[in-house]
């Protein structure tokens, strides 16, 4: 409880500070996710229909998953230097291989019969698309975001080593300092922002599945 | 005028061998029920698929209500034409009422007509209209069957697709549905193209039977014809016409029955719709040569003879 | 830190198994003494350096180099998980004991420490090496040349131009930044960027990503990349001399250790330790073998 005071405390003297690392640490996320929501996405739906082309290239981001966050953080920086985009770049990496796999499962777990309906009702491509295979594909697509926020959210954490802050910042602060409380005022928020993101996220792909799952 | 004309069409997949459909040309009138009939692999539903271009034919012609296919965009082609496929292919995460409202969606209808339009259909496919707020995995695999017919009849279109339909369903419920289907079609007159492997069925539904083998025709007449005088082996074989007994239970006291007579003799009635085997059964408990047919009303609308079944079982 | 310490385990068996089957070297009758060390160049050179020493002189030792920062070293050596390790005197009199410094000359901080440590912790501070590795600023002889910057006020007064890049704790200790701040003003920088590697800092000075970079007065890099330090002209940092420090019962029980580990300090000025760290950082050399390489140059160890 000591610790939990101080670290208030902490907060307090260096609220600036906090509010910039949480800012840059909502935004490291955040935007990493975007972008591979933004890449992935389409590319999954892209690869539900190229079968051939499918295995070889989930392979391929899948292989990124072996590779710790870390070392993609360090190997970024001879290419793209101790900046964000370095850690833009890594984040993203990471948080392909979820949102891709599921956005091809999700779309190559559309039934056939489905589509084969929509398009002798009429449908063309986009409205197939829009009003069939993106709501049936959803609730797997957002399973893939969840898994994705989280982890780059926690995997965040790492762009302080290089130079990218965040609320990693603290964590290495507390570290080097021995001090418990400046560690929790990284690690507390952090925390409670990949659990906020997999509430928010998880009631969001309930209240999308509602309909299809009984 | 014939609502749809096919000439000359031939479907070559990229990696077969032979065309699936070889060169096939017939027409459809107005009203007529046809079913497409033959095993696995004879090309029925893939000539099926060519009417509302959901594949591209290779070569050949196929005219709806007198357009060539390719006139008009295929996605306007298919929002004119019915479509009712085995797996329902209902739309999961749509409402009964969203999913029967697609195609009048698509042709940009008012809500306040393809509403009511969902109830008239709900009541004609024999659903309550409470169901229009259901989920399609709410209802049974007979009435999502029925909520697919609704929603391909939802914009009036003049021609139904139907590709083994009831293929998937139980067979009480299946005969329950096919009997729905020509009360529908009776009613609305719709020229109807209909895929099955089903002989009963071909033989119960069909106004004309096209026999297909190879991707080529084998024979095309109605029910009566196929049974009575196959064109060859293979039909002859596939109907079963060789079955005595069989070819009773194929045929349909309508499709042999005379003229009323004016005179009943009390014993016991057929319907129209009864199969022959039926007609011979009774006729031998009730040991009567003549029995009278009648209409849903019990008026007397024609008459079937012994003479009659046996021409029936030997014209072959 | 978690996959370090099995690693550091598999070390330190290893390093156990060497020393049992080696008779020559001793059989371990003296006792087991285990090192410790703080994660960079210097401390694991120096760990090394007293571990084949003691080795050399019938000790089995077992290695817990790079364990970590002084409150984790402090900690471990009060608590007997490790025995002996290289601690700077200003950095035990500023951080452990956290004491003013009563003067700025070497010996009588030495000697502040020492007394301290023996009072408060019953640890004892052998001989210092004459070396200063105290904290610095360090900036490219680019930027130092195109800034006419050699010295930390000239640094405070264009600070807002520059960007600084620093160790975490740079931020927070009063002989880091804020204590800085109190002594040069208030110093605002056009970026602070924290990074944990020393590494990395040199190389975000080489890259261009920052223009000012703590360093200490031995890092091997500042001769390496042709560095400036600039000039602490208004004494914020007090020296930081390195010694082995131990509990005073260690040493008791085992009184060679100071015979033993006392030669090497005159031998390591600033050139001399900065060349060692260099061959570890610039030329990827192995600490021990930097370490044994010197030993043996010197005659402190026999050639094998």
């Known amino acids: ?214 | 005028m014939s609502v749809i004309v096919a000439d000359k069409v031939v479907k070559q997949y990229a990696n077969a061998e032979r065309p699936a459909v070889d060169g096939i040309s017939f027409t459809a009138e107005e009203g007529e029920l046809i079913v497409l009939l033959g095993p696995s692999g004879c090309g029925k539903t893939t000539l099926l698929k060519m009417v509302n271009r959901l594949y591209e034919p290779t070569s050949g012609q196929i005219f709806v209500d007198g357009t060539e296919i390719h006139d008009i965009p295929a996605t306007e082609l298919r929002r004119r034409i019915g479509y009712v496929i085995q797996a329902t292919g209902l739309f999961p995460h749509m409402t009964i009422a969203e999913n029967i409202a697609t195609v009048p969606k698509l042709l940009k209808w008012e809500r306040s007509r393809w509403s009511p339009r969902v109830d008239e259909l709900l009541t004609l496919m024999h659903l309550p209209t409470e169901y229009r707020d259901r989920y399609p995995v709410q209802l049974s695999g007979g009435e999502q069957q029925r909520v697919g017919i609704a929603r391909a009849l939802a914009a009036d279109p003049k021609i139904l697709l139907m590709d083994e339909p009831f293929g998937a369903i139980d067979a009480i419920t299946r005969a329950a549905l096919q009997k729905e289907l020509r009360d529908v079609q009776q009613r609305l007159k719709k020229t109807i193209l209909f895929v099955t492997h089903d002989v009963e069925e071909a033989l119960l539904l069909a106004d004309r039977i096209m026999v297909l083998r190879a991707g080529r025709v084998e024979q095309f007449a109605p029910p009566l014809e196929i049974v009575l005088s196959p064109a060859n082996d293979f039909v002859a074989q596939l109907i079963g016409a060789d079955d005595l007994f069989r070819r009773l239970s194929l045929l349909r006291v309508d499709q042999v029955q005379g003229p009323y007579d004016g005179t009943t003799n009390g014993g016991p009635t057929l319907r129209p719709s009864d199969s022959l085997r039926h007609a011979l059964s009774t006729m031998l408990s009730s040991d009567r040569q003549t029995l009278s047919v009648v209409d849903e009303q019990g008026q007397p609308i024609g008459v079937v003879s012994y003479d009659q079944l046996r021409t029936a079982t030997q014209n072959a | 830190m978690k996959k370090l310490i099995p690693l550091l385990l598999l070390t330190a068996m290893l390093t156990l198994l060497a020393a049992c089957g080696n008779a020559e070297t001793g059989d371990g009758e003296k006792g087991t003494l285990t090192i410790g060390s703080k994660n960079f160049a210097e401390q694991f050179i120096l760990g090394e350096m007293y571990a084949q020493l003691l080795e050399a002189n019938g000790y089995t030792v077992e290695r817990q180099l790079g364990l970590g920062s002084t409150d984790i070293l402090q900690t471990a050596l009060v608590e007997g998980e490790i025995d002996i390790y290289p601690e700077y005197t200003s950095t035990g009199l500023l951080t452990v004991l956290k004491e003013e410094a009563v003067s700025s000359d070497r010996d009588a901080i030495y000697q502040q420490v020492k007394d301290g440590y023996a009072e408060r912790f019953q640890i004892t501070w052998l001989d210092p090496a004459p070396f200063n590795n105290t904290q610095a600023l360090a900036v490219t002889r680019e930027t130092s040349e195109a800034r006419g910057l050699t010295t930390i006020s000239q640094l405070a007064v264009q600070s807002a131009d520059l960007r600084i890049g620093a160790a975490p704790e740079f931020f927070e200790r009063e002989d880091g930044l804020p204590g800085l701040r109190a002594l040069y003003g208030e110093m605002p920088f056009a970026d602070e960027k924290q990074l944990d590697s020393g590494a990395i800092r040199y190389e975000a000075l080489l890259n261009g990503d920052i223009d000012v970079v703590t360093a200490y007065g031995t890092d091997g890099q500042i001769g390496g990349y042709d560095l400036v330090v600039l000039e602490d002209d208004k004494a914020l940092w007090p020296p930081y001399q390195v010694a082995p420090i131990l509990l005073q019962s260690t040493l008791d029980d085992h009184a060679d250790i100071a015979e033993i580990l006392n030669p090497i300090a005159p031998l390591l000025d600033d050139r001399t330790m900065a060349e060692l760290n260099w061959q570890v950082d610039g030329e990827n050399i192995e600490p021990d073998e930097v370490a044994r390489t010197f030993l043996i140059e010197k005659g402190l160890l026999e050639s094998e």
Request: aromatic fraction near 8%.
């Open chain 1, 1 to 214: 409880m000591d610790a939990l005071r101080q670290m208030w405390r902490y907060v307090g003297d260096n609220q600036a500070f906090f509010v910039e690392s949480l800012r840059i640490h909502l935004q490291l996320s955040g935007v990493a996710l975007g972008i591979a929501i933004l890449l992935c996405v389409p590319l999954g739906i892209w690869l539900a229909r190229r079968l051939t082309l499918a295995t070889p290239v989930i392979n391929l981001v899948s292989a990124l998953r072996v590779i710790p966050s870390l070392a993609i953080l360090f190997l970024a920086i001879p290419y793209l230097g101790l900046n964000r985009t370095a850690a833009f770049v890594a984040l993203t990496l990471l948080a392909l291989p979820p949102v891709l796999i599921n956005s091809y499962a999700a779309f190559r777990g559309v039934p056939a019969a489905v589509k084969e309906a929509a398009r002798g009702m009429g449908m063309n491509t986009w409205q197939l698309l829009w009003q069939i295979e993106l709501p049936l594909a959803l609730p797997v697509v957002m399973t893939g975001i969840r898994t994705a926020a989280v982890e780059v959210i926690s995997s965040a954490a790492l762009a302080t080593f290089i130079g990218a802050g965040g609320l990693g910042d603290f964590i290495a602060r507390g570290f080097r300092l021995s001090s418990t409380p400046i560690m929790l005022v990284g690690a507390i928020p952090i925390a409670l922002l990949a659990l906020s993101s997999e509430l928010l996220l998880g009631g969001l792909q309930r209240r999308l599945s509602a309909h299809l799952v009984r």
